[in-house]
């Protein structure tokens, strides 16, 4: 150990004497810094040149780092750690959020119709009212009249005639409509069910404004109809501040990268221009989702690695195989407990997602694919499994499922087997743990929802982050829901299936920037490695369970640069 510890301290004197020559343009000092590199685990100062890190090492070492023009930071023994990176999120989708109605608190239908009747009378006659974050199960009560514990679309109307109203479900899988936006998006009686999606309709045959899985996409369709009424440059202004505000509220919340499950070309267009100009705050990693006879022509014209100084990557695919479970479109082997008629929704065409794979190893890109129920992920692992049969040579591809929730005993083992990355969100744990047992029953619940430690210890890579919007984008309620899997009940889901401390930390750090194969330049705090740095009031890896959610981002350090100070 003595000799260890030599060796530590020769390698900081030399770095020591490099930056004498070279001061650093920031030092953090006298804190607790966690690096997740084990040769070197613990650190009381570090510091910055440029946007790496050059060095780390005691407080009485950093004292030589310094320079005229050296930014120093006393952390006050706050806690560094390497920057959150959101595994899982909707980067653009969670800056719209932020400019239609907020559901999410809303307890009863009556509530949300509320919220709608105030922004019917703001808006003028034909502008659409949105809204995102409503979810059926977190009602203290059921509307009256209801189909399956949905409303009918005559409570929007009364309050709404003249606009049309899109409120899509927490999930992001549902959308509930007024009669305008029926008559927009040209849905009647008379209206077949699209593929993967379900126009719910009463006994009468009427719908009822509930569109299920891709049937949302009609009113979602009619909805940017009347947007195209904007200018192009009304259009990119708007595209602009809603990444502006994306950007603020992830660095908001320490987070220092987001994985950005899925955007359209023109986004990245937009994205690419930002990041060439510096103008993007946060780094992004970001999966297409665009349909195959969009994509085939241009995927080796999308595939960025690192532009505009490791602001912006480009290299993975997204496809969606099902639903989610609190709508019930999550695609399950058996049915659904509390709807025995219903086993849930294939959203898309396996085979479609076949071609997508062809064209994702073809481009050398990653594929990631939404599973959400049992069937969906063994639909998953299966296609993935062919593949990699048919590409022997291929190795290392880290193709991710992303969401992984609710899994057959069977399968669990096939993702470390497989090197299938399981990109999950702890939140969902404790925000869907109220309803699962009713969706699944407690043996299917037991055996797979949100096994975390059954990956683990299979040796499969877990992902951490929030699904933001769907979720709210803190990693630290998500690193809470983690390590407690507590419901707001006080009851413990599956108390044996919970993450240490460090395995969380992990899964927000080092984990997710392997699954994006950029663990040499992230997730832990090295020298050389980007300086990308979350600090915090408090130490969550050791403060009692209740004060994680008290703790505060003071910090949010970006390529050397404070990005966020609270």
Sequence with gaps: MSGQRGRLIAVQMALASVLVAQPA????????????????????????????????????????????????????????IPGFIEGHGHFTAMGEFRLGLDLREARTWDAIVAQVAGAAKLATPGEWIIGRGWHQ?????????????????????????????????????????????????????????????????????????????????????????????????????????????????SLSNGITTFEDAGSPLDTVDVLRSMAAGQALRLRLWVMLRAPNSELAPALDRYRIIGEGANHLTVRAIKRQIDGALGSRGAWLLDPYTDQPGSSGLNTED???????????????????????????????????????????????????????????????????????IAAMQ?????????????????????????????????????????????????????????????????????????MSREQALRSYTWNNAYAAFEEKVKGSLEPGKLADITVLSRDILTVPEDEILATDVVYTIVGGQVAYQR
């Design 350 to 420: 396996t085979e479609d997602i076949r071609r997508t794979a062809e064209l994702a190893i073809e481009h050398g890109y990653q594929l990631a694919v939404h599973a959400i129920g049992d069937r969906a992920n063994r639909e998953t692992l299966d296609l993935y499994e062919q593949e990699f049969r048919r590409h022997p040579d291929q190795r290392d591809l880290r193709w991710r499922i992303e969401h992984a929730q609710h899994l057959s005993s069977a399968d669990i083992p096939r993702f470390a087997k497989l090197g299938v």
């Design 25 to 80: 343009s920031l030092i953090l000092r006298n804190g607790k810094i966690v690096t997740l590199n084990p040769s070197a685990p613990m650190a009381e100062a570090l510091a910055v040149r440029g946007d790496r890190i050059a060095a780390l090492g005691s407080n009485r070492v950093s004292k030589s780092w310094m320079g005229p023009q050296t930014r120093v930071i006393d952390l006050h023994g706050m806690l560094a």
């Design 137 to 249: 199960s977190k009602w203290d009560r059921a509307p009256e009249p209801s189909v399956e514990g949905f409303p009918m679309h005559a409570s929007l109307d009364a309050v709404s005639p003249n606009n049309p109203v899109l409120l899509t479900h927490a999930s992001g899988h549902a959308t509930f409509v007024n009669q305008k936006a029926l008559e927009a998006a040209g849905i009647t009686g008379a209206t077949l069910n699209p593929p993967g999606g379900e126009i719910l309709k009463d006994p009468k045959g009427y719908p009822t404004g509930l569109l299920r899985e891709t049937a949302g996409r009609l009113a979602d369709q009619a909805y940017s109809r009347w947007q195209t009424k904007r200018t192009p440059a009304e259009r990119a202004a708007g595209l602009r501040k809603v990444i502006d505000l994306a950007s603020y509220e």
């Design 426 to 498: 702890g939140i969902h744990c404790t925000s869907d743990g109220p309803f699962v047992i009713l969706r699944l029953g407690p043996k299917r619940a037991e055996e797979g929802a949100y096994v975390w430690q059954k990956l683990i210890e299979t040796g499969a890579i877990v992902g951490n982050g929030t699904d933001a919007p769907v979720e709210d984008v803190s990693p630290l309620a998500s690193f809470h829901a983690s390590v407690s899997r507590r419901l707001k009940d006080g009851t413990v889901f599956f108390p044996n299936q919970r």
